[in-house]
């Protein structure tokens, strides 16, 4: 083996080990925006009442069909 082609494996695995550090770096900087734990509550009330409804339907809860949102995401989160 030559000179070159060790340099040349060096540098493309230097290469890479940047590219992949850029990527990891700009990952741990989405966290900022993003954040780590997101609210359940406002997750679920993005959700349609027949979501809901269907999350609850191995509850054995009398009167489903008439709860309102905000009851349906107390009893799923309870």
């Given at each position: 083996?030559?000179?070159?082609t060790i340099t040349?494996?060096?540098i493309v695995f230097?290469?890479?080990l940047a590219i992949t550090i850029f990527?990891?770096?700009q990952e741990l900087l989405t966290?900022?925006?993003k954040g780590i734990f997101r609210d359940e509550r406002e997750i679920l009330m993005?959700?349609?009442n027949k979501?809901?409804?269907q999350m609850l339907?191995?509850?054995e809860i009398k009167g489903i069909n008439r709860l309102k949102k905000d009851e349906l995401v107390d009893l799923i989160l309870a």
């Amino acid at each position: 083996m030559n000179l070159i082609t060790i340099t040349d494996g060096v540098i493309v695995f230097c290469i890479a080990l940047a590219i992949t550090i850029f990527e990891a770096i700009q990952e741990l900087l989405t966290i900022f925006q993003k954040g780590i734990f997101r609210d359940e509550r406002e997750i679920l009330m993005k959700r349609k009442n027949k979501d809901l409804r269907q999350m609850l339907m191995g509850a054995e809860i009398k009167g489903i069909n008439r709860l309102k949102k905000d009851e349906l995401v107390d009893l799923i989160l309870a």
